[in-house]
């Protein structure tokens, strides 16, 4: 594995590095002021003036949707994507500014493997203009949703059309009102002998009749707005047979699909939050005196700059390991490398976080400081796109496997 770059990828780091540095970084504040009008006027969905500037500036530089995998019409390997994706997480919404951020990139790599032309022209192409958003409509708030036999949402066949009744949660995004489409995954063959060949992948439009949004859910209070995490009813929902994706029964082969690409990219971007979140840390505890010296002298925190150092570093090439075995040998083969990074990156990014807010004191755990909703951001992602302990178990499953015949 070779560990250096190529020349072109090295520029991209350099042009996105200085973009964030100059329009997205020194706008964090202006952000949260203008979320927190919107919510004052009462609705906090309607998006940020600033992002959608931010967005006509990265397009007119060429920073554009780089998360456009190489096989399907981008210039980019995920391994030469990673590092890129590492710098726009630096800031939770950083990546959104480049067209890169969940759960667009997961749905439009959805519509580029396995959308037909005809949905590729209705819907993906706005999404790769960034003209309109979706949303990924999986988990239900009535079952286990880490085992997503459990779903219980009904799609089922009526005449040309298909009838969806159920009820969702999680649904990043949905309360956005650029949000035009949902690709949402039900139940299309509840008998089916095979359990994994019960579930279907369908095209909701966001404004069918029948599509009823209940309620937003807060993480540790943030309401994530203007973005947003939605519970929503569907009832007697209709919708084109067209709109099935690949056919019925293969909702779970899209899944694979989806989430594994879509799982790297969280794994690279709270990479750079955690990267941030150290030179954050060393820079309070260099400039605060606490016994008469800086408090970057007391050996604890010695300690924990060297420990976070070494995670951040371990975490990073394990998520480059990920990146290669999927462009080289292809997603599945690299399942085991997908399920390790899933675990470790979450839980080091929430470690070094943590002992950024120690460092900060009282001012880390408040919005002084874009520490707290960092790890409230990064606690979710030890539940999304499958828990710890389902990649935990997968992991263990696969290591006992390549040892049974030895």
């Known amino acids: 594995m070779d560990f250096d770059f190529p020349p072109k990828v090295k520029e991209l780091q350099s042009r996105v590095s200085a973009f964030m540095e100059a329009h997205v970084l020194p706008n964090e504040a202006t952000f949260i002021a203008e979320v927190d009008e919107n919510r004052r006027n009462g609705n906090a969905w309607i998006p940020t003036k600033i992002i959608e500037t931010l967005k006509e500036k990265a397009k ?39 067209n890169c951020s969940a759960p667009d ?30 949303a990924f ?67 909701v439009p966001a404004d069918a009749p029948g599509v009823k949004v209940l309620r ?79 408090v970057s002298d007391q050996s604890v925190w010695h300690e924990r700059i060297a420990e976070s150092r070494c995670m951040i570093e371990q975490a990073r090439l394990l998520t480059l390991k990920a990146a ?17 990074i899933k675990i470790v990156a979450p839980n080091m990014a929430q470690q070094v976080i943590d002992w950024a807010i120690q460092a900060h004191g ?7 400081f874009p520490l707290a909703w960092m790890y409230a951001w990064n606690r979710t992602l030890r539940l999304a796109d499958g828990p710890d302990e389902v990649h935990r178990n997968q992991l263990a499953k696969f290591e006992l496997r390549s040892h049974q015949h030895r």
């Open 105 to 134: 990139t997961g749905n439009m790599e959805v519509l580029l493997r396995y959308g037909s032309p005809e949905h590729q022209k209705q819907w993906l192409e706005p999404l790769l203009a960034g003209e309109f958003r979706s």
């Open 216 to 294: 937003h859910l807060s993480v540790f209070g943030y309401d994530d707005a203007p973005h947003g995490h939605m519970e929503v009813l569907l009832e007697n929902v209709r919708v084109p047979a067209s709109n099935m994706l690949l056919g019925e029964g293969r909702g779970f082969e899209i899944a694979q699909g989806r989430l594994g690409p879509g799982r790297i990219h969280h794994c690279m971007r709270i990479i750079g939050q955690a990267e941030r979140a150290l030179e954050l840390m060393c820079k309070r505890l260099q400039s605060r005196v606490a016994f008469g010296k800086p």
């Open 60 to 98: 007119a530089e060429g920073l554009w949707n780089l998360w456009r995998p190489k096989a399907h019409g981008g210039t980019l390997t995920n391994l030469e994507y990673a590092p890129l994706c590492e710098i726009m997480g630096r800031v939770t919404w950083g990546p959104e500014v480049f």
């Open 324 to 340: 290669y075995k999927m462009d080289t040998v292809g997603n599945k083969e690299a399942r085991a490398e997908i399920a390790m």
């Open 137 to 203: 409509l999986m988990t239900e708030p009535e079952v286990a949703s880490s085992d997503a036999t459990n779903i219980q949402c009904r799609i089922e066949r009526v005449g040309d059309e298909y009838v969806i009744n159920g009820r969702k949660w999680w649904s990043s995004g949905v309360g956005d009102p650029r949000c035009k489409i949902f690709i949402l995954m039900g139940k299309s063959d509840p008998d089916n002998a095979d359990p994994y060949k019960r579930q279907s992948m369908i095209l």
């Open 362 to 368: 009282g001012g880390g755990i408040s919005d002084a």
